[in-house]
């Protein structure tokens, strides 16, 4: 493991206009540097790189880090990799907690990259010049694949005499090594190892740098397995791998989607088609962390499996583990029999572009599937039903989504939508807790938005209009002409000797005490959303300006609302010193996750504003004489209660992020 002390050096050390400027035309712009964004694929000089600050940032796509963020993101390579490759560039030795390697030393995983590599070359020359694979070039022919097609993905022979691994052996690969990266099978009888890949169209599969790190091999003909691939390895971890992730990582950020499909043929048609923003699955259901991979990416995933049965079922286990994520899972449906391949060949990419243009929401598919075999036509059915939809909105995470769902499943199914969200929430719930009693500290609270904006006028509070989630605007006012009103003001205005903001931090903004760790929460916010700049408008909705504690951050993030795509020095301009010292110092260490940083400082501080706004309306409970003001009080109370259990299952998902 590298030292965090050389990882520090080399950040420091970096050249990143050196560096970036191998791979971007830059061109000076006052003290920066500007050039067409490498992430997006854009034309103009959006894309900033600031010899000052070390660090770049795009104001189209809001890509940015520092030169190790860079050479991970540009070049595929992992966090280790990356110190390494701009350690060398800097001229910086790397420590490491172990021995450290003697200078010159290689990867020790460089020899297995380098077996594959000439084992994807052996499979590519076999499969035109070999006579033994002319029923592979026969497939291909009828896939309507020519060799330049072929050649662009890698695509290859193995014969079935294994005459390969020979070659590879003469080649200098042992069969020690061969073995480590899946190429033999070792023999139960101890007998020499055998090939594993025998008679197959092969399929080069590689990490997100464009390595070799396994193979998938097809089948020519009859036999078992269809499709067989590399074992995990050293190299090789199916369930954290996607097949054409390397050269659709680009095209995905660039279109703001990535299609999910089920087989190699039908993500090599699409890219062939210039949808390369395609990837699939290596014959497994989407994990949860090919799903990570993939929001890194995108929040916008289309899920184009196979529409039997089969293919429902991948289809929805792959939108549960997006959603769990808070991405955004849309299903394309394609008629019977066609898979993507065959459809782009028979239709062309414009039907297709057609056929996501009419996707639908993954829970929008499962009603629609639900409905057309007649589970919401009877009532006995109907209750089943739900509970097939229950996975769903249990899985999902974002807030404002699954309220979105609880109220689709509550009008499809007709029952009511309080009910509906209770059962949601039944596996998550404690037993409610009396108002009389002050629960213990440390609960959260939902991420919410603004419970009053749409309310209707009333003659006062009733149990089922109690507020759902934080308020973080000001309410509109009842109708003149309402009684609640005019008690509500003439509250206000007697407040009994308390503050004005005891009332105000239920009917305005989330409220915290400064503290230092409520100083820290507001110094990663900013961070993340100086980072990422499209995060600015969540924090507002969320944690609006006026909330903020600290007075300098206070007004950073009002410009950052006013001139989002500004650049850090405009921002930063006549603002105090010591601010511009601290957003410095944040923005050296980039953080590596801003939506998870977001979300679960978000969620720490609602949980400390509900839990501040609970025992000071416990304390006016029991001072209050009034009845009408302890019946408005309890409903708070009970709102607060049911928004804290609300917002355990984010915290458990993202943590929190408060440290003092």
Known sequence: MITPESIDRVRESADIVEIVGEHVKLKRSGSDYRGPCPFHGGKNPNFSVSPKRNAYYCFKCHASGDAIGFVREHLGMDFVEAVRYVAA???????????????????????????????????????????????????????????????????????????????????????????????????????????RFRGRLMFPIQDAGGRPIAFGGRVLGEGEPKYLNSPQGTLFDKGRSLYGLSWAKHPIRKQERVLVVEGYFDAIRLALAGIEETVAPLGTALTESQAALLGKLTRTVFLLYDSDEAGLKATFRAGLELL?????????????????????????????EQALAQGVDLLDRQIQLLER??????????????????????????????????SRVAEVAGVDRDVLAREVEQEERRPAARVAEPEPRGDGARPGGNRWRNAPAGPGPRPEDAPSGLVFVEPPRPDENDRFRRRWESDRRRARGRREDDWKSSFAVPRVA????????????????????????????????????????????????????????????????????????????????????????????????????????????????????KVRLRLRLEAIRKERVAIKPVLRRVGPRLRP
């Not at 008629?335 to 297709?352: I, K």
């Open 324 to 352: 769990r994520l808070g991405i955004s899972a849309r299903v394309v449906t394609l008629p019977d029999g066609e898979d993507p391949d065959t459809y782009v060949r028979q239709h062309g990419p414009e039907r297709l």
């Open 373 to 406: 075999r007649g589970w919401f036509a009877e009532l006995h059915r109907k209750r089943r039903a739900i509970d097939k939809l229950l996975p769903t909105l249990r899985a999902t995470s974002d807030p404002v989504t699954r309220q979105l769902y609880v």
């Open 89 to 195: 560039r800097a001229g910086v030795e790397v420590q490491e907690t172990r021995a450290p390697r003697e200078p010159g030393e290689k990867d020790p995983r460089e020899p297995l990259w380098e077996a594959m590599s000439a084992a994807a070359e052996l499979f590519r020359d076999a499969l035109w010049e070999s006579p033994e694979a002319q029923p592979a070039r026969a497939y291909l022919a009828s896939r309507e694949l020519s060799r330049e097609q072929a050649d662009r993905f890698g695509l290859g022979y193995a014969a079935r005499d294994g005459v390969w691994v020979e070659r590879l052996r003469a080649l200098g690969h042992d069969d020690a090594r061969l073995l480590e990266v899946g190429l033999l099978v070792a023999r139960e009888d101890g007998t020499p190892p055998r090939a």
């Open 514 to 629: 400064p503290s230092a760790a409520v100083a820290n929460a507001e110094m990663l916010l900013t961070r993340a959303m100086l980072q990422q700049r499209e995060l600015v408008e969540v924090v507002a909705e969320k944690w609006p300006p006026e909330s903020f504690t600290r007075a300098d951050l206070r007004l950073l993030f009002e410009r950052l609302l006013e001139e989002p795509e500004v650049s850090l020095d405009v921002l930063t301009n006549a603002m105090p010193e010591s601010l511009v010292r601290d957003v410095d110092a944040a923005l050296e260490l980039p953080d590596p996750d801003p939506d998870g940083t977001v979300a679960g400082t978000l969620a720490t501080l609602q949980s400390l504003a509900l839990e501040e706004e609970r025992y000071r309306l416990y304390e006016m409970l029991q001072a209050s004489a009034d009845e009408a003001e």
